[in-house]
């Protein structure tokens, strides 16, 4: 059986057993990662996802931190300008042993998903929570802080004493904040 999971922006056709050196994961060697964007499993019966396989997953363990080969780009400017540059660049890798193709069941295997799918959620994902930045003024910098001082709703933020306002450090909150959070809590 093989798979084909996307991580890094590239895509990899894995077996159990490969090594692959993949763009840098923060995780440390030893740890077991999964990668959950798959998109193909091969063998008696292939399935192709659409785009992603629902419930499969790849389970890897981290062996190394490498960095990959070192890359120059040489420019040189040629007649009447006589400038050269070198620059050169070594990029961060993770090398990883595939241990497990996962069918089915991958959200129940309590491994440690691969840092690069984290990324991709939103940062207001939290059950119960509003989309703070409807509120004029608030983007996703100012509603993420909002979120780390716990608040993350429109009720929460019109429930806010002048006092409560006072002691949040992370962000300043501004009175008509408060104003729309009560409208939109209302309706």
């Known amino acids: 059986m093989f798979a084909v999971l996307k991580t890094g922006g590239k895509q990899y056709k894995v077996q159990a057993g490969d090594t692959l050196r993949v763009e840098k994961l923060t995780a440390d060697a030893g ?10 499993l091969g063998g008696d019966a292939p399935v192709v996802g659409a785009p992603f396989v629902d419930g499969a997953a790849v389970q890897a363990e981290v062996i190394d931190q490498i960095k990959g080969e070192k890359v120059i780009h040489f420019v040189k400017r040629r007649r009447k300008h006589s400038s050269k540059r070198t620059k050169g660049h070594r990029q961060k890798l993770t090398l990883v042993r595939i241990t497990e193709i996962l069918a089915s069941g991958a959200d129940k295997s309590g491994v440690k998903a691969a840092p690069a799918a984290a990324k991709a959620e939103a940062p207001a994902a939290a059950a119960g929570s509003d989309d703070l930045t409807k509120l004029t003024g608030v983007g996703p910098a100012a509603a993420a802080k909002l979120n780390d001082a716990g608040i993350n709703s429109f009720a929460a933020l019109a429930a806010l ?18 104003e729309q959070a009560k409208e939109l809590a209302q309706g």
């Open 31 to 40: 740890e077991t990662v999964q990668f959950n964007d798959i998109l193909m």
């Open 161 to 178: 004493s002048d006092e409560q306002i006072a002691a949040i450090e992370t962000v300043k909150v501004k009175p008509e904040w408060v």
